[in-house]
């Protein structure tokens, strides 16, 4: 069937860039046939594509990477990519984001990871494999004893796969990163933050944590808090895009005060506002001297919140990184932030403002850097892995692939 099939263009014209870096004496090469690459002509892969492509990488001991992100594969790529994963034994990085896969894909993709023992990053990001698919992904957790590091991010995932994950995750001493960020949830009681918290105080391995668009609110945070106060592994909490405000930062600034393996927090757009920011400030200024990133972007803070931020790095020599852009700057903020760059407190690649002075007054302008600048899409020019505008994975880094 796959002899007498057109061989997608696109996939012809990176195999062939590829068999040059196998000439070179090249190993580990990851293949990058993202569907989304804006520097040359793409014929996005579909299901059929795939198979002729699954035939090709099955035997090479070369490739231990495939990136096929934002492709047409759907279920019918997800039967190929599964039966990949049980014959391709070099595989340890597989990008399947926003492919149009289906709870039955999922499902197909899990079970195939029962018996993989290879593979150690799976990206699943945008791939709508909802509540049942999740199950599947869930059990497979029981049995995967080398996945690593795990993305279901806004794949409409219930709260039934959730609670199943955390569960899962109190035993599971492999799984170093996970991303449950969007799940599709009902009612106003937090209870997705009440399992996570539970399975936090319970598991001793997880290092990543991204909790992104949870409708999580204070007293979700307030869950988390507990758990971290036991927690003795976790390094990088992304709590960014939910119900968060000032209140729950009591809660935070409390816990940080005695945890030292917080690396990277990411709050980004919750409602923090000045109040909130002056609480992490005392706490980062005083007591803790682990964190080594904080992202506050968009957290409705105005002068009095950043400058106190500002303040706290003089006197905290290891916060390093932080991240502001989308708050309410005025003259103040602008020469604090100008200040650290200029003395080297705060070096231009560590956060997300640059400053200029026009008419001798200092403004802040936005600089593309971030802790995951580059999650959902890379850019035309420079590097898509650049430690500036990943600097939570550079920080903290949980897998062979960003």
Known sequence: MEKSQKVNSFILHILKGVDKEIEKGLKGITLNIAGNNPSMPVERVTGEDFLI????????????????????ISDVGAYHAATLLQKQ?????????????????GELI??????????KYLRMTGNKVENKGGMFFAAMLQINSTLEKLDLGDCDLG??????????????????????????????QDESTVHLGHMLKENHWLVEL????????NCGLKHLCD?????????????????????????????????????????SFNRLENAGAKNLSETLASH???????SVVSCSIEGEGLVALSQSMKTNPILSNIYIWGNKFNEATCVAYSDLIQMGRL?????????????????????????????????????AFSHSSNAGYSLVPVGQQL
Not at 92 to 104: A, E, H, Q, S, V
Not at 231 to 257: E, P
Not at 288 to 294: E, I, P, Y
Request: with cysteine.
């Open 53 to 72: 492509l699954s035939k090709t990488l099955e035997k090479n001991p070369y490739i231990n990477g495939l990136d096929v992100r934002y492709n047409l």
């Open 89 to 105: 034994y070099n595989l340890i990085y597989l990008n399947l984001m926003f492919n149009d896969i289906g709870p039955k894909g």
């Open 110 to 119: 899990a079970k195939a990871l029962h018996t993989n023992t290879t593979l």
């Open 159 to 188: 709260m039934q796969s959730v609670i199943a994950f955390a569960t899962v995750l109190t035993q599971n001493q492999t799984i170093k990163g996970i991303t449950l960020n969007r799940p599709i949830l009902y009612g106003e």
């Open 210 to 217: 991204h909790m992104s668009k949870h409708d999580m609110r």
């Open 227 to 267: 758990a971290l106060y036991l927690n003795k592994s976790l390094r990088y909490l992304d709590v960014s895009c939910n119900k968060i405000t000032h209140d729950g930062m009591i809660f935070l600034a409390d816990v940080l005060k005695s945890n030292t393996t917080l690396e990277v927090i990411d709050l």
């Open 288 to 294: 803790n001297r682990s964190l080594k990133a904080l």
């Open 347 to 383: 070096t231009p690649d560590n956060t997300d403002v640059e400053p200029f002075v026009v008419d001798g007054r200092v403004y802040l302008a936005e600089v593309s850097n971030g802790l995951k600048k580059h999650y959902y899409w890379t850019p035309t020019y420079g590097d």
